[in-house]
């Protein structure tokens, strides 16, 4: 089993005003969109997946979302060629509450009590079939 670590859309720590400010200039925003039909997709074995909350097994399924890289208010896009691919996952890994800070959720944190985890977003090239 190859071991990946798990990321959570939107799921950012609280960070420093100053921190989270310099981190979100350099991160992309992305726009997902739900997979509608799937041609080819390959079979993906059993994961070992660790997180801040812990680490165990994850069953990951088919693809739900292709995210694209977006500039908004007419910022420049920080990498434009990195796109996620979210896949439909499951754990027995328990989440812990945590208090989000980014660049919508300030200067307040919001906090969110988390669900378990379903999805399993990987960076990937994209091309747009003809």
């Known amino acids: 089993m190859k071991t990946h670590a798990v990321m959570a859309l939107g799921a950012l720590l609280s960070l420093t005003p100053a921190l ?74 328990r989440p812990k509450p945590v208090a989000v800070s980014n660049e919508y959720e300030r200067p307040q944190a919001a906090e969110f009590e988390l669900a378990d985890a379903q999805l399993l977003c990987v960076p990937s090239e994209k091309r747009v079939r003809k």
């Open 20 to 93: 989270a400010s310099a981190q979100f200039d350099k991160s992309n925003r992305y726009l997902c969109y739900a997979v509608e039909k799937i041609f080819t997709s390959a079979q993906i074995p059993d994961l070992k997946v660790r997180d801040q909350f812990g680490r165990n097994a994850a069953k990951v399924l088919k693809p739900r979302y292709v995210c694209n890289p977006v500039g908004i208010n007419n910022k420049r896009i920080p990498d434009p060629r990195m796109h996620l691919v979210c896949y439909e996952a499951s754990t027995p890994i």
